[in-house]
T-cell receptor, first 110, second 115 residues
């Protein structure tokens, strides 16, 4: 059972567009991570957020952790084809075992 | 090593066959996780080791699944009498310590197909 709901499930956009993907739960998490996974590879960690309301930026990617630590968002500015991949969020709630959502599959067309 | 290494990358097994999947974590990493990822899904937790101790195996789907890490380094996930529903990518991740602050590094996975 996936405790983390990610939306949208699929996203197909043109190069240069902006987008936001969401990760929501009814559970409170002590920390939340975002990963990107490319076909045939394992997930690669992008960022970890631990404080409610925290905002982290990684070049064109902006990550936000909700005030109540139950949800998070990832915003990509001016998407590029190299951003194509499966974006996964994973939360930890005390057990230090990351629980993953189903992911958002992003395709950026040139 | 520089990263988490998993072998084999691909495995085709006949139904009923036993398989063994290997994970070489980053040298010195204490924590090791196994996940199962079905097509179109996120990774699902299977089991967790801290050094050689298996601290959590609550995610193992049946008693056909067994994992070990006898010397606190290399880990093996064994599946006995494979069934078609076992077809998935099996991912291994390691971390320097227990907790998100240390970050998790995943291997490329083993794609198991049971025919």
């Amino acid at each position: 059972t996936q405790l983390l709901e990610q939306s949208p499930q699929f996203l197909s956009i043109q190069e240069g567009e902006n987008l936001t993907v969401y990760c929501n739960s009814s559970s409170v998490f002590s920390s939340l991570q975002w990963y990107r996974q490319e076909p045939g590879e394992g997930p690669v960690l992008l960022v970890t957020v631990v404080t409610g309301g925290e905002v982290k930026k990684l070049k064109r990617l902006t990550f936000q952790f909700g005030d109540a630590r139950k949800d998070s968002s990832l915003h990509i500015t001016a998407a590029q084809p190299g951003d194509t991949g499966l974006y996964l969020c994973a939360g930890e709630s005390g057990s230090y075992i990351p629980t993953f959502g189903r992911g958002t599959s992003l395709i950026v067309h040139p | 090593g520089a990263g988490v290494s998993q072998s084999p990358r691909y495995k085709v097994a006949k139904r009923g066959q036993d398989v063994a999947l290997r994970c070489d974590p980053i040298s010195g990493h204490v924590s090791l996780f196994w996940y199962q990822q079905a097509l179109g899904q996120g990774p699902e937790f299977l089991t967790y080791f801290q050094n050689e101790a298996q601290l959590d195996k609550s995610g193992l789907p049946s008693d056909r699944f067994f994992a070990e890490r006898p010397e606190g380094s290399v880990s093996t996930l064994k599946i006995q009498r494979t069934q078609q529903e076992d077809s998935a990518v099996y991912l291994c991740a390691s971390s320097l310590e227990w907790g998100a602050d240390y970050g998790y590094t995943f291997g490329s996975g083993t794609r198991l197909t049971v025919v």
